[in-house]
């Protein structure tokens, strides 16, 4: 299905497609489609783009529980962040056949993220811990709140691509903060294609870090 939305950025009218739909910025194809510049010296600007969605995810999009299944994640989300003492309301963003996208909506959003989202990366764990003991199917829980999932994952691309580029200018490696798999394996994609530079995950746990290296070069 195709949407169209518009910002003052293109960063902005995303932002307004992701939080509109209900999706991960992965789930739909960006189309720029206009830029225009009006008022006083042509200073305001106003970005409409295209907004291609994948594998018809918003036609199966309902923000209510529709199985016993997603009622008692909804529930277990609930009730632990109420115990926390952040009260939530729990959203369905999205369903596909092995995952299912929940959102956090709370005023306390900067704190169920914490630093580097760790927090949501917890949280995140323990809904999948649970699906799995009332489930045999392996389903994946994904748990956002604020796109912080979509804002990191820009964050973590330019962030790839800048440090990408002072290793090939200096020919020395730099070691990243440590990060979660999916934020490792963004990085490991981002530079997959580039034939100076590799990439490897050194440390041990969940939370490794990537090291950007040129290649023939210690």
């Known amino acids: 299905m195709v949407y169209e939305f518009e910002g003052k950025t293109e960063k902005e009218a995303i932002d307004s497609a992701v939080e509109s739909l209900g999706l991960t910025r992965d789930d739909f194809d960006v189309e720029l489609v206009e830029t ?9 600007k106003k970005v409409l783009i295209r907004v291609h969605t994948r594998n018809s995810l918003v036609m199966n999009t309902n923000p209510e529980a529709q199985s016993d299944f997603e009622q008692e994640i909804v529930d277990f989300l609930t009730k632990m962040t109420e115990k926390m003492g952040y009260p939530t309301v729990v959203k369905i963003m999205y369903r596909e056949s092995d995952k299912i996208g929940i959102k956090l909506d709370s005023e306390h959003a900067n704190i169920l993220i914490g630093k580097k989202g760790k927090n949501l990366d917890a949280i995140q764990l323990l809904a999948n811990v649970v699906a799995s003991k009332i489930s045999d199917d392996d389903i994946k829980i994904v748990i956002d709140t604020e796109n912080y999932r979509s804002r990191r994952e820009e964050s973590l691309i330019r962030l790839a691509q800048k440090i990408g580029d ?4 200096t020919k020395k490696s730099r070691l ?6 999916f934020e490792r394996r963004l990085i490991h994609t981002t530079l ?3 034939s100076e530079l590799e990439t490897k995950s050194e440390g041990e746990g969940l939370y490794k870090q990537v090291r950007i290296l040129y290649r023939g070069h210690p």
């Open 176 to 181: 990243l903060e440590p990060m979660n798999p």
């Open 36 to 44: 225009q510049k009006s008022g006083f010296l042509n200073l305001q």
């Open 192 to 194: 997959a294609d580039i």
């Open 166 to 169: 002072q290793v090939k200018r």
